[in-house]
């Protein structure tokens, strides 16, 4: 059985910093590409970056290229985004998704199969 879990979520203050992360069980890590989302109310789930398990490409949407970092650690089966420079606008709840791929062939929220439960992120201004 596939298993996201998330943790890492906080209120902060607008400039502050977060690093979230997204530990996987059931998988076999280099297998998979793995993902990192949010959905803030109202809203519709975003994209926003992910990481290659085989290959390490990263990929970032433009909201957050410059301020949030992805990496990951195959031995731990875990993988971080590292939250930078936040604004109230990155107020959301962040999910991991995982799913079996090479590369990281869309960031649409339907092609991922295996999500985590979230964990929210509050930062005032």
């Known amino acids: 059985e596939v298993r996201l879990v998330e943790s890492g979520g906080d209120s902060v203050q607008a400039g502050g910093s977060l690093r979230l992360s997204c530990t996987a069980s059931?998988?076999?890590?280099?297998?998979?590409?793995i993902g990192w989302f949010r959905q803030a109310p109202g809203k519709e789930r975003e994209g926003i970056s992910a990481?290659?398990?085989?290959?390490?490409?990263?990929y970032y949407s433009d909201s957050v290229k410059g301020r949030f970092t992805i990496s990951s650690d195959s031995a731990k089966n875990t993988v971080y985004l590292e939250l930078h420079n936040l604004k109230p606008e990155d107020t959301a709840v962040y999910f991991c998704?995982?799913?079996?791929?090479?590369?990281?062939?869309?960031?649409?929220?339907?092609?991922?199969?295996?999500w985590g439960q979230g964990t929210q992120v509050t930062v005032s201004s």
């Open positions: 990481i290659s398990g085989l290959s390490g490409r990263t």
């Open positions: 059931g998988i076999t890590f280099k297998e998979y590409a």
């Open positions: 998704a995982a799913e079996l791929a090479e590369n990281i062939p869309t960031m649409k929220p339907m092609w991922w199969g295996y």
